[in-house]
T-cell receptor, first 112, second 112 residues
Framework: SQTIHQWPATLVQPVGSPLSLECTVE??????LYWYRQAAGRGLQLLFY??????ISSEVPQNLSASRPQDRQFILSSKKLLLSDSGFYLC???????????FGPGTRLTVT | SQQGEEDPQALSIQEGENATMNCSYK?????LQWYRQNSGRGLVHLIL?????REKHSGRLRVTLDTSKKSSSLLITASRAADTASYFC????????????FGTGTRLQVTL
């Protein structure tokens, strides 16, 4: 069966520091991968998606970037965090067989 | 921007009662998915309904889709305290790499 991992689970970082969040998927190959952010009490906003290694599409201009160095690895990064980057970051993968998207456990980021 | 809007924003019922949540969207979709999120946790996939389907069932869940009204509803029958969570609808469009656009969510509280 397929599983999706994210780490770290929680992170507290000062303004101006770099960021690297990692997402890996097991049990599938060549999945579509997605990064979403959820602000407190809100729905999810799509940040980036990838249909293959090295292929990244950005949905909103922002202080973040994404990379896909391996088929089942998706990384969210920032060179200098802003206070507004605080939130709950969720990675997801799409099952091509039925179009369903499954989410990881998320990373709660607090920028201080 | 948010594509979907859930209604109501919050719902409080007693255990054993049915809970109905509604979702409206603005443009034609490929499919619509419902998710549950417990406080501070990742999203759990509940059910996917395609644009050519009108109703689907999964256990105590019943989802309907009315493409003419651009709306969907999620019915949870015989609710339990463990159903307490936020529920989100998410829509996907043809040819968009299956990106999901989320609604604002319904917060369901089931009391004993």
């Amino acid at each position: 069966s397929q599983t999706i991992h994210q780490w770290p689970a929680t992170l507290v970082q000062p303004v101006g520091s770099p960021l690297s969040l990692e997402c890996t998927v097991e049990g599938t190959s060549n999945p579509n991968l997605y990064w979403y952010r959820q602000a407190a009490g809100r729905g999810l906003q799509l940040l980036f998606y990838s249909v293959g290694i090295g292929q990244i599409s950005s949905e909103v201009p922002q202080n973040l970037s994404a990379s896909r160095p391996q088929d089942r690895q998706f990384i969210l990064s920032s060179k200098k965090l802003l206070l507004s980057d605080s939130g709950f970051y969720l990675c997801a993968w799409r099952d091509r067989a039925n179009d369903e998207q499954y989410f990881g456990p998320g990373t709660r980021l607090t920028v201080t | 921007s948010q594509q979907g809007e859930e209604d109501p924003q919050a719902l409080s019922i007693q255990e054993g009662e049915n809970a109905t949540m509604n979702c409206s969207y603005k443009t034609s979709i490929n499919n619509l998915q419902w998710y549950r999120q417990n406080s501070g946790r990742g999203l759990v996939h509940l059910i996917l309904i395609r644009s050519n389907e009108r109703e689907k069932h999964s256990g105590r869940l019943r989802v309907t889709l009315d493409t003419s009204k651009k709306s969907s509803s999620l019915l949870i029958t015989a609710s339990r305290a463990a159903d307490t969570a936020s529920y989100f609808c998410a829509t996907s469009y043809t040819g968009t790499a299956s990106k999901l656009t989320f609604g604002t969510g319904t917060r369901l509280q089931v009391t004993l």
